[in-house]
């Protein structure tokens, strides 16, 4: 028998998971499912995946910050983005990040197993299904929403578009790392953005 690449999946829906393991079964080792952000890091250096099936929507950390630690940390690691926003621009904010690998879940299995197959191969792989333009933000219309924050907000928000993650924003800013997530609360309520994958997505544009 071949060699087999190992798989590490992380999406917080069980049935999405069972779906991916039986999916990919046939041709991976499946070493490991995670449901939420926190562990992965530490899951990747015990388990020592070839590749990182990650979705951004996880109910603890945001899917950018973990592609940045995992990037900085195992940089041999792939990392493939299953998500189900198909967007341009936080699939340049994932590449920007460290990921290898960008694909929508409704893209279907076949695309699926193709980019695994690039990412692993060492290559860029994007799915035909993200646009290539993005209209829901220009530069100047996310420039204006910087005037309805405080100068520590518009700060937070610059260095959230650098791909830096709470911890290491709360260090550099010499705050507590809950003092970093108040602002990011208070960001995007003046914003009027209504989850952290839009603030995310805003701070990339800005």
Known sequence: MGHRYRVLLVDDHHLLLEGLRLALRASYDIVGMLT?????????????PDVVLLDLSLPDRS??????DLHAATPGIKILVVTMHADRVLADACFQSGAHGFVPKDAGTPELKLALAA??????????????HTHRYSPEGAAVGL???????REIVRLLGEGKSTPSIAEQLSLSPNTVTFHRVRIRKA??????????RYAFVV
Do not use: H, Y
């Open 63 to 68: 899917g950018l910050e973990v592609i940045a």
């Open 147 to 153: 005037g309805r924050l405080t100068p520590r907000q």
């Open 191 to 200: 914003l009027g953005l209504n989850s952290e994958w839009t603030l995310m």
């Open 36 to 48: 939420t952000g926190g562990d992965v890091l530490s899951e990747c250096l015990r388990l020592d």
């Open 119 to 132: 990412v692993l191969a060492g290559k860029r792989f994007s799915s035909s299904l993200i646009p290539q």
